[in-house]
């Protein structure tokens, strides 16, 4: 038989597919044992630790493309390609832009636990014109949550992980024994884990385990799944080496985070990297009780850390050639008289105001809007920077209702007692002002002016305002534990405009107008917010959550003895927090209780706060009516919870989406006494009706006001939108128990 003429056909083996079981399972033994002992293999098991850090964050732009280059808008600046970085990512060019380093002295202790950082040096690229660079680190720092391993959760880029040694990692985790071999010098089982399910909020990666009795973690090298629903992130890289240290714990050596931000993945976007290394452990040694005294982190700036000689003195790990020329490369930018007419461009843009050097023009925002009471409203305002003076603020602006012809103002100085600007914490100082303008009641606005152009767009009736001409002084004192009071005092003269009346009541009816009301106040605010970071803005601070909670009392009191016509006590307390709950995402719970004693008219009864815009509010009813309900006594607790893609990242083709669900529910529960309601004593002002006699302003005996909602972020990177229901009072005028809001709203 001629073999060269035999063909075969193609045969295919396939090896049965093994199910994945934790029962008997060596690589879930391995993970179990490492689980027993990770409370010994962790810093934590020493009495007392003292180290060093030495952390280099750096940002560039990535896939750097030649038409980005030659683009016209670098013309006048294009030496900053000189310093293009092509070994860091190979294939992927990247250019540095921003960079930060510091040194910090850390300090542990067991019993009673506690633990302090200390500040020692600190340098980065210097954009306070633009950026203000206090804000930026403490974003930076909370993107780039330290991560510890051993612990069951870790807070990673604002979502809570699922440890792969966690206690109950098995149930979420699969686990496999790929090999075993050495790293530095020390024999370790490679052990890969993946999620079970590629959606939920888990690692992936290897961990380099210790062939010894100690099951300790020599090395990660991790990242996540590319299916988790984090927006604006295509890759993230986490390494860390640890080094057994004394008798017990394994104590990080290295670690290093790299995170490749944009939109479309291979796409210009941001490359973030952030590395720290460890020095100079002391184990066991005992720390004074004075060490830890005081808030959580401080600083302590050696004074020549100033100096270039310092750093390379200190640096842990040598600059790169094109990490050390970024500070250069910023200062030459810096001096470009284009580059600094862009940038003021983009600050116009983004931030409302126009920098002219002593002084800044703005906010643009609220130019013009539109209101009908006022009509067209023309606004124009400014105030001073930190060029003019450290010490003294002005500010203020002029305000024009086409409608009601009425010019409206206001003027304020304020004096910083430290130093620093009033824009740097901690704050102390002065402020003295004198406003006459408009107020829708009840409102507060804490991330927008009342007339912002956005908000000028109302549903329903929106005919009620008070006229306020109103001076006032006060103190800010702001602590380094983030505790702060303000105390102060002020004086307004209301009176009631639009379709609203300050009417005596007498048995239940009234025909006595009251032209105003003189308040005189004396208010002390205090706030706790234990380990707070947050970036300050123009006009705003805008906290990052954590797990702590924020905690304000409000006291404020008036008397005829201050020229008040009134005499009482104001109390309000609240407490907020954001509680993690791991793989399903987080809630943000805010609880808050107010009561008054003693007898006033419905415009200084507690006012809740409603919403009339499309624009959804998260402190505010949204489907609630201003100056709805009024309240001398009331309980309320809002519950907002983002699930953060957990359902839909389970639904086939939504899941592409990158949707987050969201649901919310807001209880409001208030009562009015007698001794402060029109219709059962005399001397009080009517509570507000319409044209035809129909009461607008109700209290809340019979019943909580209650709303609820589902909503959907994340829309198209940048939008939330709530679909809100209101379950309770239907019955009165110009409501809907249905309502759609949105909001800009920027997840990670």
């Not at 506690?114 to 014109?129: F, G, P, Q, Y």
């Not at 001076?471 to 602590?479: A, D």
């Not at 705003?540 to 005499?567: E, H, T, V, W």
């Not at 100056?627 to 083709?653: A, C, M, Q, T, W």
């Amino acid at each position: 038989m001629d073999l060269t003429s035999i063909s075969l056909d193609e045969v295919v083996v396939k090896a049965k597919k093994k199910e994945y079981k934790n029962k008997n399972n060596p690589a879930v033994e391995l993970i179990d044992r490492v689980v027993a002992k990770k409370d010994e293999n962790r810093p934590e098991a020493y009495s007392y630790l003292e180290y060093k850090t030495y952390e280099k964050i750096q940002f560039a732009f990535s896939n750097v493309t030649e038409n980005f280059k030659n683009s016209n808008v670098f013309s006048d600046f294009s030496f900053i390609f000189n310093n293009i970085d092509t070994t860091r990512r190979i294939g992927n060019d990247i250019l540095p832009m921003f960079i930060k380093e510091s040194l910090t002295a850390h300090y542990f202790r067991k019993e009673p636990e506690a633990s302090k950082e200390v500040l020692l040096a600190e340098k980065s690229i210097n954009l306070d014109e633009y950026l203000n660079n206090k804000g930026a680190s403490a974003y930076l720092n909370y993107l780039y949550q330290n991560i510890d391993i051993y612990d069951n959760e870790i807070l990673f880029l604002t979502n809570k992980f699922l440890s792969p040694i966690a206690s109950t990692a098995p149930v979420f985790y699969r686990y496999y024994i790929i090999d075993t071999l050495p790293v530095a010098d020390i024999k370790c089982i490679r052990l890969f884990f993946e999620p079970r399910n590629k959606s939920d909020f888990l690692f992936h990666g290897n961990l380099y385990i210790t062939m010894d009795s100690s099951y300790a973690v020599k090395k990660i090298d991790i990242g996540i799944n590319k299916a988790i629903n984090i927006d604006w992130v295509q890759d993230i890289s986490i390494t860390q080496d640890f080094e057994k240290s004394g008798e017990k714990a394994w104590l990080l050596s290295k670690e290093e985070i790299a995170i490749d931000f944009g939109i479309v993945k291979n796409s210009m976007g941001l490359f973030g990297q952030r590395t720290i290394s460890y020095k100079d452990y002391k184990i066991n040694k005992p720390i004074s009780d004075e060490t830890f005294r005081g808030p959580a982190r401080v600083e302590k700036i050696n004074p020549a850390s100033d100096q270039k000689s310092f750093w390379e003195e200190n640096r842990y790990i040598p600059l790169s050639k094109s990490e050390s020329q970024i500070y250069t490369t910023i200062d030459s930018l810096k001096q470009i008289p284009d580059f600094r007419r862009k940038m003021d461009a983009i600050m116009l843009i983004t931030v409302g105001f126009l920098d002219l050097g002593k002084v800044e023009i703005g906010p643009v925002s609220s130019f013009y809007s539109y209101n009908s009471i006022e009509g067209s409203r023309y606004r124009f305002g400014g105030r001073t920077t930190p060029d003019f003076s450290k010490k003294l603020n002005f500010d203020g602006y002029l305000a024009y209702g086409a409608k009601d012809d009425i010019f409206k103002y206001n003027a304020g100085i304020t004096y910083s007692l430290t130093p620093r600007t009033i824009y740097q914490f901690p704050v102390k100082s002065l402020r003295m002002s004198y406003m006459k303008d408009v107020k829708i009641p009840g409102q507060e606005f804490q991330f927008a002016q009342a007339d912002n152009i956005l908000l000028s767009f109302k549903r329903g009736v929106d005919d009620k305002r008070f006229l306020n001409n109103t001076f006032r002084f006060e103190f800010l004192n702001e602590f380094d534990n983030h505790f702060s009071y303000l105390a102060g005092y002020s004086f307004t003269q209301q009176s009631a405009v639009g379709n609203l009346h300050f009417i005596e009541s007498y048995n239940g009816s009234g025909s006595n107008e009251i032209s105003f009301i003189n308040v005189s106040e004396l208010y002390l605010n205090l706030r706790y917010a234990p380990n707070e970071t947050f970036y300050q803005g123009k006009q705003y601070r805008s906290s990052f959550p954590n797990k702590y909670p924020i905690i304000q009392l409000k006291i404020a009191g008036g008397s005829q003895a201050l020229n008040n016509d009134f005499d009482y006590l104001r109390l309000q307390f609240n407490i907020s927090r954001r509680y993690y709950v791991s793989i399903f995402g987080y809630t943000d719970i805010s609880f808050e209780a107010g009561k008054i004693f003693g007898k006033v008219p419905y415009p200084l009864l507690f006012e809740h706060r409603a919403n009339q815009t499309y624009s959804y509010q998260k402190n505010s009813y949204n489907l609630m009516n201003f100056l709805e309900f009024v309240s001398d006594r009331y309980v309320s607790l809002n519950v907002d919870h983002s699930f953060n893609g957990f359902i839909f990242n389970k639904i086939p083709l939504i899941k592409k989406l990158k949707f987050r669900e969201l649901v919310t529910c807001k209880i409001l529960y208030g009562k009015v006494y007698n001794s402060n309601n029109p219709g059962y004593e005399n001397g009080l002002f009517l509570f507000p009706t319409g044209n035809n006699g129909v009461p607008l302003t109700y209290t809340l005996e019979n019943k909580p006001y209650i709303e609820g909602s589902l909503g959907i972020s994340n829309i198209f990177r940048i939008f939330r939108v709530d679909f809100i229901k209101r379950f309770t009072y239907l019955e009165n005028p110009n409501v809907s128990d249905f309502g759609i809001r949105v909001q800009f709203r920027l997840d990670i």
